[in-house]
């Protein structure tokens, strides 16, 4: 498995220029407010350009004006020590939003993406749509000359032959300034690295914020098929725990369960073709249905439902599992969490330190990095230069 090792933003919200270095297990954490949202945000809209749809995506966001940095350009160093107040300049370069992610592995592949504003044309009304001017794979965890393999600039694609150090070919058909080369060019023997890198990306899970309230799909009984991979709503809940029993880690699956509330069952009932999730709680006389579950009772079980996949992806992306729990369950999960990077690469959002030194260690490899706002933009906190990956970014 290619493990990323850095993550690279750059103009998106109060992320203007970050570099963040990642480990099997990453947590990124910080005050309220501090961008880590934003991190959670750019790798969602990574995850959209191998889906086709990083420019729908961002225009769900309130378009590229609303989601890029609104500081100014470059700060002087008297605005840094306070002796200049914080003001624009003259810009020097273009409107650019940068995503990238690179990889030490000998195998791994690098990828970035350069969005920016079109030339404006009299005869469209789309002039506020984003184009994709730049976008580059290559081999390793920064970009340089000798490791490009597919570069687009504008709407040229070229291929290098053969793989790293051989020539260029150009692609006679040009890309559309809307449209994602990883998308619109898949040819597995002229470009392998990128039909894998594409189907890499579109492996990788999010999780943020399964619903619990009264209404919650995962409350009540659903048609169930066989589910290795749990829903973002956590709707097909009862048909991915019985899932996990029927293929997956089935003792893991009951440890996990007994870790978190000790004496207690879940049993999945068959009411037809539905599929309905039941709980045996220690000095009870008969199960709880999931609608008669606590929202944090609920919410764990899907966490747990989560994170035992019988299919783990590349990449698993969690985003404050710690809302709406006790506090108490709070070390179950980071044990939880600990387990499941051992077959994916995982990265945690949260601010809540129980599940911080919970999983702070237990990893063999694990990146903590806390983030802070000086002057609106988020940097990182403690750490030293040369932990901080080397990123060459796009210049157009």
């Known amino acids: 498995m290619s493990v990323l090792s850095a993550l690279a933003i750059a103009n998106y919200r109060s992320l203007r220029r970050l570099v963040l270095p990642l480990g099997q297990l990453t947590l990124v954490t910080g005050a309220n407010g501090s961008g880590k949202s934003s991190v959670y945000r750019a790798l969602r809209l990574l995850a959209a350009v191998a889906q086709g749809g990083v420019v729908r995506a961002l225009a769900r966001e309130g378009g590229l004006a609303s989601t890029l940095w609104a500081g100014p350009e470059q700060f002087s160093a008297a605005m840094r020590r306070g002796e200049q107040p914080v003001q624009g300049t003259q810009r020097n370069g273009p409107v650019s939003l940068q995503l990238g992610f690179g990889s030490d592995a000998a195998d791994g592949y690098g990828y970035a993406i350069d969005i920016g504003l079109p030339i404006p044309r009299s005869t469209s009304v789309f002039n506020h749509d984003p184009e994709i001017k730049r976008e580059a794979v290559w081999n390793g965890p920064f970009m340089r000359p000798a490791s490009l393999l597919v570069e687009r600039r504008g709407a040229a694609l070229r291929i290098r032959r053969d793989g790293q150090g051989g020539g260029w070919e150009g692609v006679a058909r040009p890309i559309p300034a809307f449209a994602s080369m990883m998308t619109e060019y898949a040819e597995p023997r002229a470009a392998p690295e990128m039909l894998s890198l594409r189907e890499q990306i579109r492996g990788w899970r999010f999780y943020d914020h399964f619903r619990s309230d009264a209404d919650a799909p995962a409350r009540v009984p659903q048609l169930g098929t066989t589910t290795t991979v749990l829903g973002d709503d956590g709707s097909d809940l009862a048909a991915a725990w019985q899932t996990i029993r029927e293929i997956g880690d089935r003792a893991a699956l009951d440890a996990a369960v007994q870790d ?134 796009l210049a157009r």
């Open 260 to 393: 978190a509330f000790p004496g207690a069952q879940v049993e999945i009932d068959l009411q037809g073709e539905r599929f309905a999730l039941r709980m045996r709680q220690h000095g009870l006389l008969r199960p709880l249905d999931a609608a008669e579950l606590s929202d944090g009772t609920l919410r764990y079980l899907l966490w747990i439902a989560a994170l035992l996949t019988p299919r783990p992806p590349a990449l698993l992306v969690l985003n404050e599992p710690e809302t709406s729990l006790h506090p108490d369950l709070l070390p179950a999960l980071g044990r939880l969490i600990a387990q499941a990077a051992r077959a994916s690469q995982v990265i945690v959002v949260t601010h809540a330190p129980r599940l911080l030194a919970a999983l702070d260690g237990p990893a063999p490899d694990t990146q903590r990095l806390e983030l802070h706002k000086p002057l609106g933009e988020t940097q990182l906190a403690g750490l030293e230069m040369d932990r901080i990956p080397r990123w060459e970014w």
